[in-house]
């Protein structure tokens, strides 16, 4: 297939496995269209226009040409200069090249923009009982300090680099984490684990989760104990990054009682324990991976043939269809 078509295929995923209510993405899409519509030519430059069809600002071709045929990719959680001189080298040695590297963290504009995809964070909280405005002004906050942060970056270190050696770059971050969060969530839901070894044992039943535990990074619990009753249980996997760390409160008060992330900081970690919030940490690349193995299932399902996946950077390709 076209990159065009795998990346469409994408953002279609994504939106399938969005948690938030079809009609605010709706609504989020037409705002995007009408604030384009008011723009002067010369700012109209400068504009993304893949926002006008793909909420998930992380998530972008950033080099290459979209008509470029899609077979062959080098996929990875982190894909920066080491990772794309790999597949230059690599694409030298062996007759069949790599077509595409595919990253799952964001480079370029794509993590220039990172902060925005965080409003995707309100709607979740505000599905799982939060005040609204509370949400929003908490977020906000945040948002602002992820765009601070980000902003002194080599954003496009990583991507001058595949440009000048030619090779097609993607990042697929939030479409990718939108599956995983859809796919636990589902778990959890259909399975209803009693304790929170149940969840442990429901994540470590799943192929990527259980390689991770065998590389030393299992699931763990970091707040409660194996014999704590899990209570609902929110998924925060997806959003661009971690959220406002005054949160946790409002999610004891909406009926949370324990969270599975990727990751916590010692901060978040903190304010989660003062709220008394069950925390289980399933692993960042373990995550990742899955997601974006999630993510490449529906791909191949959608185009109806099969990519050749070469992992490397944390990745290994496992298909759940």
Same mark, same amino acid.
């Given at each position: 297939?076209?990159?065009?078509? =795998?990346?469409?295929?994408?953002?279609?995923?994504?939106?399938?496995?969005?948690?938030?209510?079809?009609?605010?993405?709706?609504?989020?899409?037409?705002?995007?269209?009408?604030?384009?519509?008011?723009?002067?030519?010369?700012?109209?430059?400068?504009?993304?226009?893949?926002?006008?069809?793909?909420?998930?600002?992380?998530?972008?071709?950033?080099?290459? #040409?979209?008509?470029? /045929?899609?077979?062959?990719?080098?996929?990875?959680?982190?894909? /920066?200069?080491?990772?794309?001189?790999?597949?230059?080298?690599?694409?030298?040695?062996?007759?069949?090249?790599?077509?595409?590297?595919?990253?799952?963290?964001?480079?370029?504009?794509?993590?220039?923009?990172?902060?925005?995809?965080?409003?995707?964070?309100?709607?979740?909280?505000?599905?799982?009982?939060?005040?609204?405005?509370?949400?929003?002004?908490?977020?906000?906050?945040?948002?602002?300090?992820?765009?601070?942060?980000?902003?002194?970056?080599?954003?496009?270190? %990583?991507?001058?680099?595949?440009?000048?050696?030619?090779?097609?770059?993607?990042?697929?971050? %939030?479409?990718?984490?939108?599956?995983?969060?859809?796919?636990?969530?589902?778990?959890?839901?259909?399975?209803?684990? !009693?304790?929170? /070894?149940?969840?442990?044992?429901?994540?470590?039943?799943?192929?990527?989760?259980?390689?991770?535990?065998?590389?030393?990074?299992?699931?763990?619990?970091?707040?409660? #104990?194996?014999?704590?009753?899990?209570?609902?249980?929110?998924?925060?996997?997806?959003?661009? %990054?971690?959220?406002?760390?005054?949160?946790?409160?409002?999610?004891? !008060?909406?009926?949370?009682?324990?969270?599975?992330?990727?990751?916590?900081?010692?901060?978040?970690?903190?304010?989660?324990?003062?709220?008394?919030?069950?925390?289980?940490?399933?692993?960042?690349? !373990?995550?990742?991976?899955?997601?974006?193995?999630?993510?490449?299932?529906?791909?191949?399902?959608?185009?109806?043939?099969?990519?050749?996946?070469?992992?490397?950077?944390? =990745?290994?390709?496992?298909?759940?269809?």
């Amino acid at each position: 297939m076209k990159l065009k078509d =795998f990346y469409q295929k994408a953002v279609a995923t994504g939106l399938k496995n969005d948690l938030r209510p079809p009609e605010e993405i709706s609504r989020l899409l037409l705002a995007e269209q009408e604030k384009y519509n008011k723009l002067s030519s010369e700012d109209r430059e400068t504009f993304d226009l893949d926002g006008l069809f793909n909420p998930y600002a992380d998530s972008r071709i950033l080099t290459g #040409s979209p008509e470029v /045929e899609v077979k062959r990719l080098l996929a990875g959680i982190d894909m /920066e200069v080491g990772e794309v001189l790999l597949a230059y080298v690599l694409n030298k040695e062996q007759s069949k090249k790599f077509d595409l590297i595919l990253a799952h963290h964001p480079e370029g504009r794509a993590l220039a923009q990172l902060y925005q995809v965080m409003e995707l964070q309100v709607d979740l909280f505000i599905k799982a009982g939060v005040t609204p405005s509370l949400a929003e002004q908490l977020m906000e906050k945040r948002m602002g300090e992820v765009e601070r942060r980000f902003l002194p970056l080599n954003h496009n270190r %990583t991507v001058d680099v595949a440009r000048l050696l030619n090779l097609p770059m993607i990042c697929l971050h %939030t479409v990718a984490d939108n599956c995983v969060t859809k796919y636990l969530t589902d778990l959890f839901e259909q399975k209803r684990p !009693a304790r929170l /070894e149940n969840v442990l044992a429901i994540l470590k039943e799943i192929p990527e989760y259980r390689k991770s535990s065998r590389e030393s990074v299992p699931p763990r619990i970091l707040n409660g #104990s194996e014999n704590s009753r899990a209570g609902r249980i929110y998924v925060d996997m997806t959003g661009g %990054t971690e959220g406002p760390k005054d949160i946790f409160d409002q999610q004891v !008060a909406a009926g949370i009682s324990t969270l599975v992330g990727m990751h916590f900081s010692e901060e978040a970690l903190e304010k989660c324990k003062s709220a008394k919030l069950n925390v289980i940490v399933a692993g960042h690349i !373990a995550s990742d991976t899955l997601g974006l193995n999630l993510l490449l299932d529906q791909i191949e399902k959608e185009a109806g043939e099969e990519l050749e996946v070469t992992g490397v950077s944390g =990745f290994e390709r496992i298909k759940h269809l």
